[in-house]
């Protein structure tokens, strides 16, 4: 997740500090939101999951393994379609998502379990991974085709891969929505090519990636579908997610309250009755390890 800084655009430029690492956000406040706003973010990335578990279904793989698992959603559901002897095992660096994830298994009896590491770096058992699924989570990579060879060197002889990841910023435009509206109050820096949400937005350098990275039968497709979530959790979930919320941590309440001025009216557009609703534009990525 990108990092902002803030600047009130009417007052005077402060003294401010440096961004934390995407490691470090991710097991600081970006984690936690994602944690406190899990049933929302569940509920709205709903769609995903069910594209993701259809896939599964259809492989019924031995082992599968999850990247960039978050708080256990994808995990969970490929586990309860997988069969009873399946080991469905979940990655991700952040400790407050994947700790969140260790408690809902728990509370499921779920025999699915959870990783806390970095996927690039991590050392899988070679061989062993029949499946790998990701939802919106490998485009945070800081050296993909390290961490794609990575993942092969844990394939199996003809494992199978299925990521969804985001198209482009102007193809999602909900999700910059915030960001843009925000600018008028207070100033955030430009979202920067590489490592982030929109990291795998350009087709052709994701393919080279992935088959830079030792995968073949690489297949892109678009993927587009309607994502919902409560009218109520608006307001929320714009402080809270994204740069403007990660700014909004050093913000005062004047400023706070002229941001949620500025930016609620900005995704009117979105609202239909309680409910928020966009189009997410992703890509549906399959690939094979042979």
């Not at 002897?85 to 298994?105: F, K, L, N, Q, Y």
Request: hydrophobic share 45%.
């Amino acid at each position: 997740m990108a990092q902002a800084s803030l600047r009130p655009t009417s007052a005077p430029e402060a003294t401010m500090t440096a961004a934390p690492s995407p490691i470090d956000a991710w097991n600081g406040h970006s984690g936690c939101t994602w944690v406190d706003l899990q049933p929302v973010l569940d509920a709205m990335f709903l769609p995903l999951k069910e594209v993701l578990v259809d896939a599964v279904r259809a492989r019924r793989p031995h082992r599968l393994l999850d990247i960039g698992c978050g708080t256990g959603d994808t995990t969970l559901a490929a586990a309860r379609v997988s069969g009873k002897d399946a080991d469905c095992v979940g990655v991700d660096i952040s400790r407050p998502m994947t700790d969140a994830a260790i408690e809902r298994a728990r509370r499921e009896g779920s025999s699915a379990r959870f990783i806390c590491d970095n996927a690039q770096t991590h050392a899988f058992e070679p061989d062993s991974i029949d499946m790998f699924i990701s939802r919106l989570g490998v485009m945070f990579f800081e050296q993909p085709v390290v961490a794609f060879a990575n993942l092969r060197r844990a394939a199996r002889n003809d494992a199978t891969l299925c990521f969804i990841v985001w198209r482009s910023a102007e193809e999602n435009p909900y999700m910059t929505t915030a960001e843009r509206a925000a600018a008028s109050v207070i100033d955030l820096p430009a979202r920067q090519p590489g490592p982030g949400q929109f990291g795998f937005a350009d087709r052709m350098r994701t393919a080279s990636l992935l088959t830079d990275g030792g995968w073949s039968h690489v297949d892109i497709q678009p993927l587009d579908v309607s994502c919902a979530y409560p009218g109520s959790e608006l307001v929320n979930y714009f402080t809270r997610l994204g740069p403007v919320g990660v700014a909004l941590q050093q913000a005062d309440a004047s400023t706070r309250e002229r941001v949620i001025a500025a930016v609620r009216p900005a995704f009117d557009a979105y609202v239909h009755g309680d409910e928020v609703r966009f189009d997410a534009a992703c890509w549906l990525i399959r690939a094979r390890a042979s």
